[in-house]
Each structure stands twice: as C-alpha cells, then as structure tokens.
C-alpha cells in the first residue's frame, strides 16, 4: 500500500510541476511572438517532457535502466497512439506541412537511429547496449534539431510584439514546476521499482505501462486541451516536439549517465516506436491529406489497446 502510495504522490507532483512549468513557459514564449507550432515544438513539448526527464536522471542514477528505457519507449508508443488518437477524437487534426515532411521523419529518424546504435555492440560480438558515446550521439542529433527549431523560429517570427507577461510571477511558476518534477520523478521511480518487485512485475513493462503514461499525462492533458480548443498546431507540435526530446535528449543523458543495456524486449519496444510513428506518417496520406480525423483516431486507439495486451501477456508472470 505504501508503494502505490509512494507512486501517486510523485505522479500528482509531477502533473502539477508540468501544469506549472507549462504555464510559465507559455507566459514567455507568447512574449516572443512565435507562432503556435513553434511553441508547441519546443516550450510546450519539452515543458511537458520533463517528468519524462527526470524520471530518467533518476532511474539511471539508481540503476534502474529497464525503467528508463521503458519510461522513453513506453511514452512515445502512448504519444503517438494514445494521446493523439484521443485527440483527433475530440477534434480533427490539421498537420502542418513542416510537421509532415519534417519533424515527423525526424521522429522516426530518432527511434531508427536507437535501434542501430545499439546494435553496433552486437555487432562487434557484445551485448546490445545504448552506451555513453551512442547518449552524445543522439545529444548531437537533439542540437540539429534545436538549429532547425531556431531557423524555423527566426523565419516564423511576428512583426507585432506578443503579449508582454509579469516576469517574477512568470519565473516562480516555471523554478515551482522543476521542483515539483525533480521529487515526483524521484519518487515515481521509487515507488515503481518498488512495485515491480512486490507483484512479481518485470521492470520493463512498469516503465512501459504506468511510469509511461503516467509521465505522459502532462502531454495528454495539453494536447486534448489544445484540441478542444481546435489548436491543431499546439496538440500535434506538443506530441512530436516532445518524442524527439524524449530519444534524443532524455535517452541520450540517460545513457551518458549510465549505459543502458537493451535486451530483446526492449528492442522490440524500439520496432513498436517505430512502427507507430510510419503509421502516424502514412495516416497522413489516408483520407484527408494531412488530416487525423475520428477514423485515424479510433485505428490508433485500437492498436495501442492491442499493444498493451500483447505486453501483459508476454511481460506478466
């Protein structure tokens, strides 16, 4: 009882540490002048993508990689199917070209690139493992997205300036939401690891199931909010923007602090990212050109309904 305890208080402060890091984050960029996409790609995912961040410093300075693997795999598989699929639910999706030729291909660059990198032991007669040089890669793949990000930003500019925001307020949300991310990663892992032990779970599939979707909540909670609001451009950039961090920076740092060793399941798990992000691509062809409708919605519902079955019943027992 203490252990799922322990869980919940660390996934209610990291929903309310995202709530107001987001806030603030949003607060500054609006002062920019930028238009949605680039706030969804860049404030708002990586805002959203700290829980994912810190549960991942902390599981790997614990020695926890199957939840630290399983917490990036799990939340771009429930990015993708889950949250995305709830969204088109709620309103139809209009993606941006950029989105669609770009950043989208760049998500699936990323989890192709995880799956070779950690081949590349194997192939030299090891075990299959994201070590510490293959982190700086994907941290140098994360710095050309950024250089995209800055180009895309400088060329999207306003000419009028944006609503002007009180900055100590501003600043005191955005150093509450860190602290509030940094104990309720701690603690997720904690109580995690903690449970996976007490039930007999692998720790693979609670980073794939609950640490997931639990650290995912903050993107979930954007995105059907940015939806409701028929900000297509906020609710896609969001779950794009934030499964690039999620490989190349979350899983890069993890793997700089720690290598990661990959065991068959876990590489599985990279085919499953990347066969969600080729059916979000493809989708975008099917029916309305770059429009994830209902139809999209409910298909990408179904497989993730599907994809957690097949891991309780392999992962369990």
């Not at 290598?259 to 990279?270: G, I, K, R, S, W």
Request: aromatic share 8%.
């Amino acid at each position: 009882m203490i252990h799922a305890l322990i869980l919940a208080i660390g996934f209610v402060l990291l929903i309310k540490g995202a709530d107001w890091l987001v806030d603030g984050a949003r607060s500054l960029a609006r002062s920019l002048g930028v238009s949605h996409l680039v706030i969804g790609l860049t404030v708002v995912a990586f805002g959203t993508s700290f829980p994912e961040l810190f549960v991942n410093i902390s599981a790997s300075a614990h020695n926890n990689p199957a939840i630290a693997i399983g917490n990036i795999l799990g939340s771009n598989i429930a990015n993708i199917l889950l949250i995305l699929g709830i969204c088109a639910m709620i309103y139809p999706l209009k993606v941006a070209s950029s989105t669609t030729w770009k950043e989208i291909p760049f998500t699936l660059l990323a989890a192709v690139l995880v799956l070779l990198l950690v081949q590349d032991e194997r192939w030299r007669g090891g075990s299959p493992v994201l070590g510490r040089t293959d982190g700086m890669i994907l941290l140098v793949f994360f710095g050309v997205f950024l250089y995209y990000i800055f180009h895309l930003a400088k060329a999207d500019r306003r000419e009028e300036p944006g609503q002007r925001c009180d900055l100590p307020p501003t600043i005191g949300r955005i150093l509450l939401g860190l602290a509030g991310l940094v104990a309720g990663g701690e603690l997720v892992v904690r109580g995690a690891a903690q449970l996976a032990a007490r039930f007999g779970l692998s720790e693979s599939l609670v980073g794939l199931t609950i640490v997931a979707v639990g650290t995912s909540l903050p993107e979930l909670a954007t995105s059907a909010m940015a939806a409701y609001k028929k900000h297509s451009d906020i609710a896609v950039g969001n779950i794009v923007g934030s499964n690039i961090f999620n490989i190349f920076f979350i899983l890069g740092i993890s793997a700089v602090i720690r290598p990661l060793p990959f065991h068959a399941e876990n590489q599985a798990d990279t085919l499953v990212t990347i066969a969600a992000s080729l059916v979000l691509f493809l989708c975008l062809f099917v029916g309305i050109k770059r429009v994830l409708g209902r139809r999209e919605g409910v298909l990408f519902l179904v497989l993730y309904a599907a994809y957690i079955a097949f891991l309780i019943r392999t992962r369990v027992g």
